[in-house]
C-alpha cells in the first residue's frame, strides 16, 4: 500500500497544533503496519533552522500556475521508516510563520498552498512514486483534490490513486476571492456552489470535501456534528450530501512522546506506581510560575490556542469563581490579543494563584501536563482534542466539555463505582465549568477517590495502533474499490 501523505504542518519538524502531531505520528504507526508512506510538506524557514541532515532530490523544478512558471527544489529526510520530502521555495516558505503573523494571514496562502499541493503532485513523479493512496489534511492540502479531478484527470500515473480528505478543524476553511481560481491554474468554471463557490468566496476546504474519494475527521461525534447547522461552519449541507463516505476516526497519541515515565522535558519521570514523582513535578511546575501552591488545593492546567473555540472566553468569564474553589491556574497559550491582555492583568492581580506564560513552547507543555492535577478543557467545540488525552497519560484529570472528541475520549468519573477518567459538563457557560471544576476539586481531597481516579486516567489507552489500523482498513477498501 503506497501513501502519499500530504500535510502542512508535522513534528517534529513545524508545528501550530495538533495537526502536526497526528502528520507526524501516523505516517508512523501506518508504516509499522507495512504501508509506504512518503509526506510531503513545506520546507519553512522553522525546518531550515533544525538543520536536519537533509538530502537534495531535486535541485530544480518548476510548475506553471496561472501563466507564471514557479520554480522549487526539494529535499528528502527519512525517520521512523518514513520518508519525508520537504517543497523548498524560498518565496513562499522561508518566512517567520507558517500561515501569517499577529497581522493577519499572508495575504498569499491561497498561492504558497496551492503551489505546494502541485508540487507535491509533480514530486510523485519526478521520483517516481505513484500512490494507491493520496491522503490530504485540511485546507492547507485540499487544493490537491482540485488538481487532481481538474488538471490531472486522465493522467495515467494517478489513474489507480484513490484519495482521503481528513478535516482536523471545519472552522479554517481557506477563503479566497474568486479570482484567485485563474492564478493558481484552476479553471474559472469551478466558481459556481456545486464546486468550489462558497457564498460569493472560493473555498479551499470545499475541494477537499467534494473531490476526495473519501472525507474523514478526527473523531466519530465530531463527524456527526459537522453535520448538523450547529457545527456545519455553512458546509454541514454538504458533509451531510457526502455522509456515506464520511467517517470519524478518533487520534492516537505517540506515547514515546507523551508518557511521564520516559519524558525528558519534565524534572522528574514517573508512571502509575510511583505518584511521588508526579508531586516532584507539581512542585517543579509551582516553582516555575512562583505559584502558592498548598498540597489540598489543586492547580488546573491549561495548554491551548488564545482562542474562542477553546472557550478561553468562558474561563475570563469564570476566573474569579475558579479562583474562589481555592484552584491554581496555569495557563501556556498564543493567540486572540483581547485574551492574552485580559489574562495578563488578571495574573498580575494574582501572580500567586494564577500562573501564565504567552508562548509556545513544547518544554513548558510538558511541565504543565505533568504537574498539574486537573487539566481544563471548556472548547465550544473539538474536532478531537489531543491535550485531554496527554493530561490522562500524565496523571492529570481533564475537566471538559463535552463535545466531539473530548466526549469520545473523556468518560465522567463515577465516585460510587470507581469508574470514568474525568468530568464533562454540556452547557458552554461558566456555571457548568466552575460547578464542574467544583467536583473535581471536591474529589481531589479525598485522596482514595483521587488516586482511584488518576489510575484511571493513566489507564486510558489512546495508542495510535488502533486508530492507524482503522486508516489503513479505509485505505485498503478505497484502494480495492
Ligand atoms: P488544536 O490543534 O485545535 O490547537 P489539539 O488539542 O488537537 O488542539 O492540539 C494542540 C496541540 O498543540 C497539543 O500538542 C498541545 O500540547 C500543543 N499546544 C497548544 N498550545 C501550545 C503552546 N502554547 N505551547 C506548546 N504546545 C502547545
Not at 493522467?155 to 493558481?184: C, K, S, V, W
Not at 519524558?263 to 511521588?276: A, K
Not at 479525598?446 to 495510535?464: I, P, Q, T, Y
Request: one cysteine or more; a neutral charge.
Amino acid at each position: 500500500m503506497k501513501v502519499a501523505f500530504l500535510a502542512s504542518e508535522v513534528m517534529p519538524y513545524a508545528k501550530t497544533g495538533g495537526l502536526a502531531d497526528v502528520a507526524g505520528a501516523l505516517p508512523k504507526f501506518l508504516a509499522r503496519l507495512g504501508a509506504e508512506v512518503r509526506v510531503f510538506m513545506p520546507l519553512y524557514r522553522e525546518v531550515r533552522k533544525k538543520n536536519l541532515p537533509l538530502e537534495r532530490v531535486i535541485v530544480s523544478a518548476s510548475v506553471e500556475m496561472g501563466g507564471a512558471k514557479l520554480a522549487y527544489g526539494v529535499f528528502t529526510h527519512r525517520a521512523d521508516g518514513v520518508t519525508l520530502f520537504f517543497i523548498d521555495r524560498p518565496e513562499f516558505f522561508d518566512r517567520d510563520c507558517l500561515y501569517g503573523t499577529s497581522a493577519g494571514d499572508y495575504p498569499d496562502n491561497a498561492e504558497r498552498f496551492a503551489f505546494f499541493s502541485r508540487a507535491a503532485l509533480e514530486t510523485m513523479r519526478a521520483v517516481g512514486f505513484s500512490p494507491d493512496i493520496l491522503h490530504g489534511h485540511d485546507w492547507q492540502s485540499a487544493l490537491v483534490f482540485a488538481y487532481l479531478r481538474h488538471v490531472y484527470a486522465g493522467d495515467p500515473f494517478f489513474a489507480r490513486t484513490r484519495t482521503m480528505f481528513t478535516i482536523h478543524n471545519l472552522a479554517y476553511q481557506g477563503l479566497f476571492d474568486e479570482e484567485i481560481l485563474g492564478r493558481i491554474g484552476l479553471p474559472a468554471s469551478l466558481f459556481n456552489m456545486n464546486d468550489l463557490e462558497f457564498y460569493g468566496q472560493v473555498n479551499a476546504l470545499k475541494a477537499g470535501i467534494l473531490y476526495s474519494t473519501a472525507v474523514t475527521t478526527v473523531s466519530p461525534r465530531y463527524s456527526r456534528e459537522i453535520q448538523t447547522p450547529d457545527f456545519g461552519c455553512g458546509l454541514d449541507g454538504l458533509l451531510r450530501s457526502r455522509s456515506a463516505v464520511l467517517h470519524g476516526i478518533l487520534n492516537g497519541v505517540d506515547y514515546r512522546d507523551w508518557d511521564p515515565a520516559t519524558d525528558r522535558l519534565i524534572p522528574r519521570n514517573y508512571g502509575p506506581g510511583d505518584l511521588p514523582g508526579k508531586t516532584i513535578c507539581r512542585n517543579g511546575l509551582a516553582a516555575l510560575f512562583g505559584l502558592a501552591a498548598p498540597a489540598d488545593l489543586p492547580i488546573a492546567g491549561m495548554v491551548t490556542r488564545l482562542a474562542g473555540q477553546k472557550g478561553l472566553d468562558i474561563v475570563c468569564d469564570a476566573l474569579d469563581d475558579l479562583l474562589g474553589l481555592g484552584l491554581r491556574l496555569v495557563i501556556l497559550g498564543t493567540g486572540d490579543q483581547k485574551i492574552q491582555d485580559f489574562l495578563l492583568a488578571a495574573q498580575k492581580k494574582c501572580p500567586d494563584r494564577i500562573g501564565l506564560k504567552i508562548a509556545f513552547d513544547e518544554r513548558i507543555a510538558h511541565t504543565i501536563y505533568a504537574g498539574s492535577d486537573i487539566f481544563l478543557i471548556p472548547s465550544r467545540y473539538e474536532p478531537c482534542g489531543l491535550t485531554q488525552m496527554y493530561a490522562m497519560k500524565y496523571g492529570t484529570v481533564p475537566v471538559v466539555r463535552a463535545t466531539g472528541g473530548l466526549d469520545d475520549s473523556v468518560q465522567e468519573f463515577d465516585p460510587r463505582a470507581g469508574t470514568g477518567n474525568g468530568f464533562k459538563f454540556v452547557e458552554a457557560e461558566p456555571g457548568p465549568l466552575v460547578e464542574t471544576a467544583g467536583r473535581a476539586a471536591a474529589s481531589f481531597k479525598k485522596s482514595a477517590e483521587w488516586r482511584r481516579l488518576v489510575g484511571n486516567a493513566m489507564a486510558a489507552d489512546f495508542s495510535w495502533e488502533r486508530s492507524a489500523s482503522a486508516y489503513l482498513e479505509l485505505y485498503k477498501k478505497l484502494a480495492s474499490a
